[in-house]
C-alpha cells in the first residue's frame, strides 16, 4: 500500500512511496500533525543516487517492525536534498555541529518549532563498528521526549542560536593578486605528488579549483592541473566505455570510484578539459559531452539530475569486469590483451574479484584501431545488463551548468550541436521553470515542481543563459540574464555585500541559510559572482560589477584559508583583476573569423562575442564593425578597446598587453 509520497515529483521520495513508513513532506502540514500528536519529527534526507540511502531505506524503512514504532512515537518527514538544498543546508550545519561531519542519508529529529535537538547520518539496523541500531536510536528519543523534556529544550535552543549566528556577517577586503598567489601556495601545499589531487581518500573531482589554475596559468598552477585532470582522466573513476566521471574516489588513486554519476560534476568537468587544449582533454571533453547527451538528456531537451551507483541490487555492478568476463565478451586474443591495457586482474581491483576499467597509457597509434573494437564490443556487452536507475528531475542550477559545459565545449572544440543541445536546455529553464517571474528549483517530464530556486540556481542559470548569448549572438539570453540578477539583487542580497541561498520572500525555516563556500557544485555565491562579472563586461553595468566585487570581498578569509572550498570565487575573482578580458570578434563569417574567434575563446576567463556585424542590444558589440573590410577583433577591458586587430598574431600581442 503506497505512503503520502506516492503523490510527489520527485524520483527519491517515491522511491519510498512503498515504504511502511507513514512518511510526510516537508511542509508545515507535518509539524502541525506532531504538534496534535505531541511527538517529535523525524527528519530523513537523501537523494536519489546516494548509495548509504537505499541501504538504510531496505534495512530500516522497509522493515514492518521499525515502521511500526517510527509510525507510533515520530512524524516522519522525507526531503530529497537536490529538490530542497535550503532545508538540507540548515540540517547539514546542524548535523556537523553536533556529530564533526555530515553526509547523507541525513537523520534529525526536530521539536514542533523546526528545531534540532538530535542528529546523525545513516544508522544501521543492527549495533555495528560501534554505531548503534536505528531502532535503539528511536526509542533513546522518543524516551528523552517523554521523560527528558527539559533536556530536550535545552539542546534545541543551543542549536538554534548556533544556526541563527552561522549567518552573521563576515568583514572581507579585496581579493588581490597576492590572494590568488597566495591561493596557489596553499594549494600546492596540499596537493598529492604522487596520485595528483587534493587531499587522501576519498578523493572528489576538484572542478573548481581547477578553473581557478587553469585561469591562475602559473607553472605551478599548470603542474598541479595537468596532473589532476591527466590522473582522473586515466583512472577508474572515469567511465573508459561510456565515457562521464563518478562522483568521487573511495582511494587516493583514482581507481574505485563511488560510482554515482553526477550532472554537475560532469558539466564542471566538460567545460575544463575543454579548455584544456591537450589531445586528451580534448577527447574526455568529446566522450563526457556525448555522455550527457545520450545518457542524461531528457525528452524535453533539459538534463537529468543522475545515474545512481547500484544495479541489481549492488554498486558498480554495471561497470566492473572480471578478466574471465572480458574473454568471454572478446575472445582469447583480445580479451587477455584488453585486461593488461585497461588494468583487469585475477585479484581485482574492487569487490568480488572485479576491477574497475583504467586507462593509464593510450594504446599505441597500430593499436588504437583495436582498442575502438574492443571498447564498442564491451559497451555493447555493457549496454545488455541491468542498467543503473536515472533520477530524471531536472535541477535548474545544474542545467546551468549543464548549458555553460556545452557552450564551451561546442565553441572550443567546433561542434555546434552541442551549442544546440545548449540552447534547447536554456529553453526549458526559461520555458518551464520561470513562474510569474520567479525561478522555481526543479521540473520533471515537462511539469515544473513547487519548490523556489535558490540563490545557486540564479546564478548557474543566469551565467549559463550569459555563456549561451557568447556562443549563439542571440541577445535574448542577455535580456534573460539580467532579469534573473536583477532577482538576485532584490531578493538575496545582504548588507555586508554577500548573498543569503534563500530569497527574502522564502519560506522562513529555523535559519536562513547562506554558506559560500563551494563543495561539490559551486555555492550560490560564487556562481552569483560569475553571472554578476560576465554580464558587468558584456555590458559595462558598473551596478553589477560593483556587486560582484562586493560580494569576493565577502568570501576572501575563506579564499584565503582554505582555497580548496573557494575555487569557484578564486575564478571569478582572478578573470576580474584582469578586467576581464572582453573581446568581441566582428565581421561576415569567414575561415579568418573562425581562426580570431577560437583564439579569443582559449584565452583563460575571456568573455567573448562574436557576430556578423555591430548589435546595439549587445553594448560590447555597439560599433564594432569590420576592419578594413577584414573581420576584426576588439580586445577590451571595461569596454575600452584597444585598435581593431585582424590577424591572430596581432590578437596575441594584444591579449599580452
Known sequence: MANRLANATSPYLLQHAENPVDWWEWGPEAFEEARRRDTPVLLSVGYAACHWCHVMAHESFEDEATAAYLNEHFVAVKVDREERPDVDAVYMQATTAMTGHGGWPMTCVLDHEGSPFFAGTYFPDRPRHGQPAFRQVLEALSDAWRNRSDDVRRVAANLREHLATASLATAGAPITREVLDGAVRTLAQEFDRQSAGFGGAPKFPPSMVLEFLWRHGSPDARTMLDATLEAMARGGMYDQLGGGFARYSVDRDWVVPHFEKMLYDNALLLRVYAEWGTDLGERIAQEVAEFLVLELQTAEGGFASALDADSEGAEGTYYVWTPAQLTDVLGPDDGPWA???????????????????????????????????????????????????????????????????????????????????????????????????????????????????????????????????????????????????????????????????????????????????????????????????????????????????????????????????????????????????????????????????????????????????????????????????????????????????????????????
Not at 520533471?444 to 556562443?471: K, N, S, T, Y
Not at 582554505?562 to 575561415?591: K, N, Q, T
Open 339 to 657: 585486461a593488461r591495457l585497461l588494468g583487469v586482474t585475477e585479484e581485482g581491483t574492487f569487490e568480488h574479484g572485479a576491477s574497475t576499467l583504467q586507462l593509464r597509457e593510450d594504446p599505441r597509434p597500430a593499436e588504437l584501431a583495436r582498442w575502438l573494437s574492443v571498447q564498442q564490443r564491451l559497451r555493447q556487452a555493457r549496454d545488455r545488463r541491468e542498467r543503473p536507475a536515472r533520477d530524471d528531475k531536472v535541477v535548474a542550477a545544474w542545467n546551468g551548468l549543464a548549458v555553460s559545459g556545452l557552450c564551451w565545449a561546442g565553441t572550443l572544440l567546433d561542434r555546434p550541436d552541442l551549442v544546440e543541445e545548449a540552447d534547447s536546455a536554456g529553453e526549458l529553464l526559461w520555458r518551464v521553470h520561470l513562474v510569474d517571474g520567479r525561478l522555481r528549483r526543479v521540473s520533471r517530464d515537462g511539469v515544473v515542481g513547487a519548490p523556489a530556486g535558490v540563490l545557486e540556481d540564479h546564478g548557474c542559470v543566469a551565467a549559463g543563459f550569459l555563456d549561451l548569448l557568447q556562443a549563439t549572438g542571440d541577445p535574448v539570453w542577455l535580456e534573460r540574464a539580467g532579469l534573473l540578477l536583477d532577482l538576485v539583487l532584490e531578493h538575496f542580497a545582504v548588507g555586508d555585500g554577500g548573498f543569503f541561498d534563500t530569497a527574502d520572500d522564502a519560506e522562513a525555516l529555523v535559519a536562513r541559510p547562506r554558506d559560500p563556500s563551494d563543495n561539490a557544485s559551486p555555492s550560490g555565491l560564487s556562481s552569483v559572482v560569475h553571472a554578476l562579472s560576465t554580464y558587468a563586461a558584456l555590458t559595462g553595468s558598473g551596478r553589477h560589477r560593483d556587486a560582484a566585487e562586493a560580494a569576493l570581498a565577502s568570501v576572501a578569509t575563506l579564499a584565503e584559508r582554505a582555497p580548496r572550498f573557494a575555487g569557484w570565487s578564486l575564478a571569478a575573482a582572478e578573470s576580474m583583476l584582469d578586467g576581464p578580458v572582453e573581446i568581441a570578434v566582428v565581421g561576415e563569417w569567414s575561415p579568418e573569423r573562425d581562426e580570431l574567434a577560437a583564439r579569443a575563446r582559449r584565452h583563460p576567463g575571456a568573455v567573448v562575442v562574436v557576430a556578423d556585424e555591430a548589435d546595439e542590444d549587445i553594448p560590447l558589440l555597439a560599433g564594432r564593425t569590420e576592419a578594413d573590410g577584414r573581420p576584426a577583433a576588439y580586445v577590451c577591458r571595461h569596454l575600452v578597446c584597444q585598435r581593431p586587430v585582424t590577424s591572430v598574431e596581432e590578437l596575441d600581442a594584444a591579449l599580452s598587453r
